[in-house]
């Protein structure tokens, strides 16, 4: 079907009108062709076109050395316990110390009766007198003949025997005084006058409170940076503080835990420190070349790990993963980074790692804000 195409001139030699819009219509439609694409060109242009460096604060940071803190939760224990226990049997006779007094070394604390020992010490006294003649007889009798060595033997060990029921009744008679064994407060007591108590019978508890011992457990990586002696801060639930020495570090680790117990010791003159109370032991590390900041600047990467964005030479933001070394009421110490860094101290949640930044000098800011007020 062959296409229609207008005229340009009609039959009588003027310019056909069908022509004249059908070339309006081909040179609008070129026109706007043409400024679609000038558009679009224009519209690429602004979408590629360099983003503007943002801007952060810095500060210009030197490391200095810190000496990190470990931080341990631990319990206060008595430098020397024990559970005194009768020794013999007996009713009680009397009690010469109250519970919670302080006693020293070699003091009563009660006293069992002793009924018929002493007659029963009399009668071994004369049995050993008895055997000891018995003895010189056999003796001499053997001497010149007349005795046989058997029995010669048989009278010495019957001499020894006594010797040892004398002995034994004599510490059975000691042991009815039953007497503190060390400087310290006797506590807990388990009897009362009248009770019958036999061999191993609870008499009370006897706690030495001076030095006062404090136990904790430290991780694998803690423990080879302890040292036995250093002196350490020990803050109590109450607020109290005090210093105490590294008096003990475990060579094993709890098969449990993995944890290794130490010991610290302070010293308690007025038992003012009880045992059984919770208490948070700091320990200073060796020192270690770290950055003092403020926790606002931490950041985190894309692994979640904690630590600082700084800017280099190029003022491209680096990120570096720090550890942190002590915190206190000024702020806390890191380290992790090199000994001389540009620290992002503001804009670091709006920069990423490896983009070019324009950075600002907090202090040269703040001198001008100073001079301008001053003005």
Sequence with gaps: MPIYEPKKYDDEGHINVSFIIAAT?????????????????????????????????????????????????????????????????????????????????????????????????????????????????????????????????EAKAELEEAKSDLANIELDITHTKIKAPFDGIFDSRQIEVGDYVSVGTSIGKLIDLDPIKIKADVSEFAVTKISKGATDKVRLLNGDEFEAKISYVSSSASSSTRTFEIELKADNHNNKIVEGMTAEVKLSLEPQLAYEISPAILSLNEKGDIGVKTVDENNIVKFYKVEIVRHDEKGMWIAGLPKQATLITLGQDFVKEGETVIPVDEFSEAEAELKSQGE
């Design 25 to 153: 219509v081909v040179v609008f439609s070129i026109v706007w062709i043409a400024s679609g694409m000038v558009g679009k060109k224009k519209e690429t242009t602004i979408v590629h076109a360099e983003a503007p460096k943002a801007k952060v604060k810095v500060s210009h940071r030197i490391a200095d050395l810190a000496s990190p803190e470990l931080s341990l939760k631990g319990t206060t224990y008595a430098d020397k316990s024990v559970d005194i226990k009768s020794e013999t049997a007996g009713k009680i006779e009397t009690i010469y110390i109250k519970e919670g007094s302080k006693v020293k070394k070699g003091d009563l604390i009660a006293s069992i009766k002793i009924d018929n020992r002493y007659a029963t010490l009399e009668k071994a006294k004369s049995l050993v007198s008895q055997r000891e003649l018995e003895y010189q007889a056999a003796l001499k009798l053997e001497s010149k003949g007349f005795n046989s060595k058997v029995r010669l033997a």
